[in-house]
């Protein structure tokens, strides 16, 4: 079964942008999704949107519209998510997460920080 | 799009206790729905999908039901462990929304 792994926390001033990685391990990284989910502090679960890793098509939810970048690295097994014009409501655990539809495992979650 | 609503946002109950959570889509998704446990500080842990599947490893106990819109899961006999907060999600389409949570708390 497919691990993942995130990097690391990240700190961003408002306006900024953050890029949060999400490495695969094991044969089935590319037969499934990478969704992102996003946790704000106390808050519940918010589905951001999902990215082939084959053929790199990608969805969103659509709030997300214009700020949100899903790309990946088949040769490292790596997907990616940057998230653009932070504002402090972007401060939250972001997962990744494998699947099509219903989503296991989960990446151990990155905490970004948006804060001036 | 479709939205998903949790009942009761949180429950007292206490080990041993039959629990029941309650799943409602705004629109029919047939099956297409997983229920998730996160305890604190944890990630998400998916515990049955296409509504009533049980995931491997997932104990006994746990059962999901329903189909269209109205969506049960159910904790037969509540066990220490199974303090936590869980989530629907919709798979049907994107987006692929999750109910605002329900948290189990002891009594």
């Known amino acids: 079964q497919v691990q993942l792994v995130q990097s690391g926390a990240e700190v961003k001033k408002p306006g900024a942008s953050v890029k949060v990685s999400c490495k695969g391990s094991?044969?089935?990284?590319?037969?499934?999704?990478i969704n992102w989910v996003r946790q704000a502090t106390g808050q519940g679960l918010e589905w951001m949107g999902w990215?082939?890793?084959?053929?790199?098509?990608?969805g969103h939810a659509q709030k997300f519209q214009g700020r949100l970048t899903m790309t990946r690295d088949t040769s490292i097994r790596t997907a990616y998510m940057e998230l653009s014009s932070l504002r402090p409501e972007d401060t939250a655990v972001y997962y990744c997460a494998s699947g099509i539809g219903w989503v296991d495992p989960w990446g151990q979650g990155t905490l970004v920080t948006v804060s001036s | 799009d479709i939205q998903m609503t949790q009942s009761p946002s949180s429950l007292s109950a206490s080990v041993g206790d039959r629990v029941t959570i309650t799943c409602r889509a705004s629109q029919g998704i047939n099956y297409y729905l997983a229920w998730y446990q996160q305890k604190p500080g944890q990630v998400p842990k998916v515990l049955i999908y296409a509504a009533s599947t049980l995931q491997s490893g997932v104990p006994s106990r746990f059962s999901g039901s329903g189909s269209g819109t109205d969506f049960t899961l159910t904790i037969s006999r509540l066990q220490p462990e199974d303090f936590a907060t869980y989530y629907c999600q919709k798979y049907d389409s994107a987006p692929l929304t999750f109910g605002g949570g329900t948290k189990v708390e002891m009594k």
């Open positions: 094991g044969n089935t990284f590319m037969s499934y999704d």
């Open positions: 990215m082939n890793p084959n053929s790199g098509n990608t």
